[in-house]
């Protein structure tokens, strides 16, 4: 039976009519039905209707513009109730729904009038009213979750959720996608012709104009949507959904063969993905400008042929912030890496030698731990002994046969003593192996010098380079050289010069120097001997 919320008939009514072409409201009266309806129930109640307000749009979500009109139209007091067809028909949303609630709470709203849902502005009243903006919420809710969960089940039958692409078409009748017998012959043409390197993607554009293929415009088809037809996977029987690759029961139109013959060519010729201007090349902050002193920076480049091949370089200039004109020309990163890694040869090891080095750091470590040795159970003994003192002063001290005055003055001069053998014995131990580890990660390096030169790795040179020499490299007429009157960190100079001697002097004379190769106290040295060495 109608309801009504209030049986006063003084109070003035906004009419609201609203359907959306979604599948929330495929069941619901049409608004012309809507209008018809309460129409009539407005003149069967008595109520007098100010306004109507008519929309096509979905309540489920926020900011529909007529009924956000008709709310602020009854906040300035130009209507009192409003008359709709079901309170579905208001909000399928907590927001609006809120408002509607807000409104009747505060007085700005005084009546409500659905002739299908009973409603009065009590407690009661908007309780119930409450449940139905719940229950709509819900409804929109549960059909978004199953629409979800078919699309999901569709895809894993291997049916693509979506319109068919071009060379196919939507089959309405088996709700499936099946081959444009007419259509998809030219597709199968069009990948055929950019799988054999001939065409390009203004081609193919040109080509499916002419065979009848067009935008919805009437104009030729951009580059951008050639590019997505020939990589969509679709027409080899999978399909893209959800960012995943799925296996499709569709017919494909091109085999796999010609599908990825015609990625390789659109990696080859089409669109490059450049790289970010500010990302960084491998070997920026590595050398400077002969002419300036600025740093020398990597920039990428791209250059297009007319007949559409791509080539990508990346050059390596000064970057001129000096207030001086620089005139120092630019270098190919291909060139740079030859002359780098030619000069880091010059500094790599032979793995004969490494035996050798590692064999004579093994004899020094044992010489070493035995002349340690002997130091350390002396002043262990001291230790030992001076603790006894110790314990005798306070012994004597207890016993009160030794006065306050002279046991503190005692005690702190054994406590001296025993604290300068400690750290003795400590730092014996410390210089004993300290130098070893460094002078073993150092012939590592040094052995695997080669691998990193012949290598492709640009990042590992420029670490190599920079342990060799510091900051000291620079550019200059589009030659690294280093700076002058510098040289490289000692151990990698000792090296260089010990390769230079290599056929003019034996072996055993370049690796040993006299007193072996433990280095003197301080920083530590190369194990090899540092003969005179030319500069680079």
Known sequence: MP???MSMNNNKYF???RKSTDVEDKQVLSIEAQITELRAFAKQEGLHIAEE??????AKIIGRPIFNKMISRIEHGDANGILAWHPD???RNSVDGGKIIYLLDGGGLADLKFPQFWCENTSQGKFMLNIAFGQSKYYVDSLAENTKRGLRQKVRRGEYPGLAPVGYINDVRTKSIVVDKKRSVIIRKAFTLYAKNSSRLEDISNFLAQ???HSRNGKRLH???ITFILSNPFYYGHFRYGGEIHEGKHQPVVSKKIFDKAQEVLKQRGRPHHKQKNEPQPFCGLLSCASCGMMITGEYKVKRQKNGNVHEYVYYHCTKKSKMKCPEPCIREEELDRQLSSLIQKFSLRQDWAEQLREMLEKEKSESAQSSTAFVQEAGERIRAIQTKLQRLLDGYLEQDIEREIYRTEKAKL????KSLEEQMTRIEQKRTGWLEPAEEWIREAENLPTIANGEDLFLKKVAAKKIFGSNLILSNRKVRLKPEKVPQIQWAALAAANSQIGKMETSRILV???GIEPPPGAWKAPVLPLNHSRI
Do not use: H, V
């Open 3 to 5: 309801n009504n919320c």
């Open 15 to 17: 009419l609201y009519a």
């Open 53 to 58: 307000f008519i929309e096509k749009q979905s």
């Open 89 to 91: 028909r208001l909000a």
């Open 211 to 213: 065979s009848g293929i």
């Open 223 to 225: 580059r951008d949507r």
């Open 415 to 418: 406590l001296s003593e025993k």
């Open 513 to 515: 120097r006299e007193g």
